[in-house]
DNA sequence: ATGAAAGCGCTAACAA
DNA sequence: TTGTTAGCGCTTTCAT
């Protein structure tokens, strides 16, 4: 397993030009010869050095990929997907953590530039304008996912985070409900939970309906729950749109120790469609986000702007969809 | 970003081989001399070409990572302690899912060779006789991961399942459950569930309790909850250990819909301690493995082994803990 | 249809 | 302390 090319061609009585020729397809070779190379190759078991292909041809083969935290809630999933259509193109993925952190973003960036990654999918918590200043310097192909520019300089894939929670509040809304609040952290516009909270602004306001804001400082359970409890002791909504799944289940936990039952008291929609929410008992109804395809679209994108195929538009979005369970479920 | 160090030396008056000493810190520079090249670097942004570096150097500072999949529970943050390691020691990783798939894994470790990875980070269901030729055959580093090579050929780290099993059975008999049942797939011994299996017969037999087992084709939540109704209808256990989170929250919900309480009438523990047992409503008791510090471990592990440091054991064995929650607490 | 030869950008002897 | 010079294993003109 570690000839050289040379060696090939030396036991096929070709030169080493011919054995990558029939390597790689990229000229007509007569079968005759064909035949004697490939035998050679597998006498010798000989595998290409990648390392050696990518210096000589400027193309690696790979494609770096940010994000903050694989480990986040269903994160891997995403990561899965850019995987399976990475592989389908014969590309391999180096795979990197952020923790979102902007200095840490900005140096993945230039690291796989050394790396010389053939391009890049890069997902954050915000996009900021040393964000765009890095990809412009690193002149690499890049598609974010599940990250938004506001400006629109990159292309990215996403969802609409806006309409679909107006949906989640018309849901809501259309089962009577009229003191919806929204649970998730307070943050600029320009993030997931940002539009989302636009989305709940628009439709509530719309409908003519109150606000509530329940504010976290983090969007995991223990924060929720903690914020749940405190909102119900003050004024009770009649149902809750929360920023994430974890989240909701927190509501869900805080409705029923204060003696409330979900749905009849209180509504609750969550985001994301994890595992939780089936889980979870009740069951919760939630915006699945089609996680595997964030990925695999991303990664389809890139393969078409790496072999300069036509793109549509540069700001693809992808579909939601309501998942009605438990939660909801008028009796 | 896109100077060669070709154009360092130049611009600092200097030779590449002095531009490269200064780069990998490999022999002495005079003082005055590394400046005009750190300045160089600066004014040329010049980032070295990790493809040339490996190609010269044989050393690709990446390593490969077969996992069957990262979107699977947990997965994700084994994988994340890989990467945090990996980058304490300036190594990158690249990912590649194999489904557990034989032929498949066999090939990845081929194309790890061609990548020219420094070490591979190998995880899987089985391990066989193919895969030991395949590593053998590629001659890379290799250490396995959360899976066993019964004949302790290369190097591992684990957990030990049949002694964990084994607690969480006289956790269950010493709170006087006298019919514990497992819940998993019937799998061969050299597996994890498989080893589980082994543990709690030990344990149950030496304690001269009888075995139950709930045998399931697959270990998910459905599958499981099937499983479970079924026996609840045949011969009600006292207690249920089941191979993983998600069949034990299966498992607890079978029990309440039968009209059982948890722990009151059916005790149940189950392995991994993910998310959902503290999400869950009764709360579960785990078994919790380290899955964060198999990654870490590993890592730390091949590093070990990449610098030919000395290491004590092929064979590290992680701890494990039981996490007492409320399906096992006694009023 | 095939071969010769020049790089790709770097590391690592070997000299000086 | 620094420079010169081979490679590393391939791709890719340019000839033939």
């Excluded at 064909?34 to 390392?51: E, G, T, W």
């Excluded at 539009?195 to 719309?206: D, H, P, V």
């Excluded at 994108?301 to 538009?313: A, C, I, Q, Y």
């Amino acid at each position: 397993m570690s000839a050289t090319i040379y060696d090939v061609a030396r036991e096929a009585g070709v030169s080493m030009a011919t054995v990558s020729r029939v390597l790689n397809d990229t000229a007509v070779v007569k079968e005759d010869t064909k035949k004697r190379v490939v035998d050679a190759i597998a006498k010798l078991s000989y595998r290409p050095n990648a390392v050696a292909r990518g210096l000589a041809s400027k193309k690696t083969k790979t494609i770096g990929v940010i994000v903050p935290d694989v480990s986040a809630a269903f994160m891997a999933e995403l990561v899965r997907g850019i995987e399976d259509v990475a592989r389908m193109y014969n590309y391999h993925i180096i795979l990197c953590n952020s923790d979102g952190t902007l200095q840490r973003e900005i140096d993945l960036v230039g690291t796989m530039w050394e790396k010389q990654v053939d391009g890049v999918i890069f997902m954050s918590p915000k996009l900021q304008p040393e964000h765009i200043d890095t990809f412009e310097e690193a002149q690499l192909p890049i598609i974010l996912c599940r990250t938004e520019d506001p400006e629109r300089r990159i292309p990215s894939v996403n969802i609409n985070n806006v309409q679909a929670a107006r949906e989640a509040v018309a849901l809501l809304a259309g089962k009577g409900r009229d003191r919806i609040a929204f649970l998730g952290a307070a943050v600029e516009e320009a993030t997931l939970t940002g539009r989302r909270r636009e989305g709940y602004a628009q439709e509530a306001t719309q409908r003519g309906l109150s606000t509530v804001y329940i504010d976290t400082s983090k969007e995991d359970y223990a924060t929720a729950l903690v914020a749940v409890r405190a909102q119900l002791n003050i004024d009770r909504p009649n149902a809750i749109l929360a920023a994430n799944d974890e989240m909701a289940i927190a509501a869900s936990h805080a409705c029923a120790d204060a003696g409330l039952r979900v749905p009849d008291d209180v509504m609750i929609v969550a985001f994301d469609n994890t595992k939780l929410t089936e889980l979870a008992r009740p069951q919760l109804t939630t915006i699945a986000q089609p996680m595997y395809d964030y990925g695999a679209v991303a990664m389809r994108f890139l393969t078409k702007l790496l072999r300069d195929e036509p793109v549509s538009t540069y700001l693809v979005v992808l579909p939601h969809q309501i998942v009605e369970r438990t939660s909801t479920l008028t009796r």
